[in-house]
């Protein structure tokens, strides 16, 4: 099977060793025979397998150009609804003090996303500073770049340095091929979590960074029926122009146009850029 032979490519390129990946799920021998063409695994296998280099099934089937009706959907989402900052608090220190017992990268990704979302009801980075350094650690060493580890690094941004935000940015890009091949909703999630390291760059006001971040994006092909990420990037430019201008005339306009389509949510965090970056002028 072909897919068999995609999987062990994804493995080796993120350094995970045969015994690795089947502990728990199979044999490996079972495993070597179905990577290297010479044997079946059955899909509830396949979707744990997948789990273990980090993709979703949605994603490998895209990758593998497996059935899309064969497939089931693993769709792993987490409720951060409340905004309470002292229940912000508590979650984000009992998920780190798991991560310390536990020592899995896991429970440090789940840490980082509550403490994050801490800031942004805060304003106020608690996150310690060895464990930045140890998300940072893990962060630099992805080498493929499937939804979740997508979700793991927007979701992350408010709480990394802008240094950090760059570097894992333009390792994203240099992966963007994988991304593409990922599925259409990789792709698109693959961007937008871009234009958020742009927009937390900006809103830092670390414009060099940004700037550039921007130069390398503006240089990925967007497709014609990803209007949304392209008026995105376009208004990403237009927020650059005004700050190195001081005209807004076309981040207005966008902002406009979003909102004579009927797409408020979209224009009114536009807006919301915009007003931040004019505070920092």
Known sequence: MQS???????????????????????SIQMLSRWENDQ????????????????????????????????????????????????????????????????QDPFDLDYAAIAYSLYYKTSQHNIFPIAQQNELNHQL??????????????????????????????????????FIKKAGEGTFHFGIAALFEAVIGLITNSQFKFADKLLTRIN???????????????????????????ANDEAAVSIIHFLTNMDMQTTAAYFLQILNQVKALN
């Open 219 to 245: 240089q990925i092909d967007l497709p014609d029926n990803e209007m949304l990420l392209i008026v995105g990037r376009k208004f990403l430019n237009a927020i650059l122009t005004f700050h190195n201008t």
């Open 39 to 102: 044997g079946h695994m059955d899909f509830n296998r396949v979707l744990k397998l997948c789990e273990r280099i980090s993709l979703s099934a949605t994603e490998y089937i895209a990758l593998a150009k497996l059935d899309p009706q064969d497939h089931i959907a693993l769709i792993l989402e987490e409720s951060w609804n409340n905004h309470d900052k002292n229940y912000l608090k508590k979650l984000a220190q009992a998920a780190l003090n798991k991560y310390e017992s536990s």
């Open 140 to 177: 630099s060493k992805i080498t493929v770049w499937g939804h979740e580890f997508l979700s793991l690094f927007a979701n992350v941004i408010p709480i990394i340095s802008p240094r950090i935000i760059y570097q894992i940015s333009v390792q994203v890009i240099s992966n963007i091929s």
């Open 4 to 26: 068999g032979i995609e999987f062990k490519q994804l493995r080796k390129k993120q350094h995970i060793t045969l015994k690795e990946a089947a502990k728990g799920i199979c």
